[in-house]
């Protein structure tokens, strides 16, 4: 079972590492006025959504896998939370998703300060998450 959790916590890592940097190219992308780097934009957010769609859903089944070894059924509190959390992060990852076809439509609507304001959603859950993985309070 330590192999799925560290391939669970690998590809969080990674899930995060995209979740946080995608919003951070919306912020320059939204500010951007040349095509040139609005065309370079375009590829760097589609393939960061589709590395970080990867790590998602790696993280998301090394996860359901260590639910169904070691929390099921799901009676903790702090598991009950954990995973209200994910869930939120899995809208949060998906809206990401129709921002990128957004900003590929020429559809943008926000401003880079919405985007900075935005960007700091996954690391509130992050610390969440770990917080209560850890140390399970409840």
Known sequence: ????????I???VTWFAGLFYLPRLFVYHADCRDDIGHQRFLVMERKL???MTLGGALATFFGVWLLL??????SELWLQLKLA???????YHIYCGQL???FRAGDNRYSGVFYRWFNEFPALILIAVVLLAVVRPY
């Open 1 to 8: 079972m330590l192999w799925v959790k560290a391939f669970h």
């Open 10 to 12: 690998i590809f969080m």
């Open 49 to 51: 959504y589709a590395i």
């Open 69 to 74: 070894q070691w929390h099921w059924p799901i």
């Open 85 to 91: 959390l994910v869930a939120a992060l899995i809208a």
């Open 100 to 102: 990128v076809k957004r």
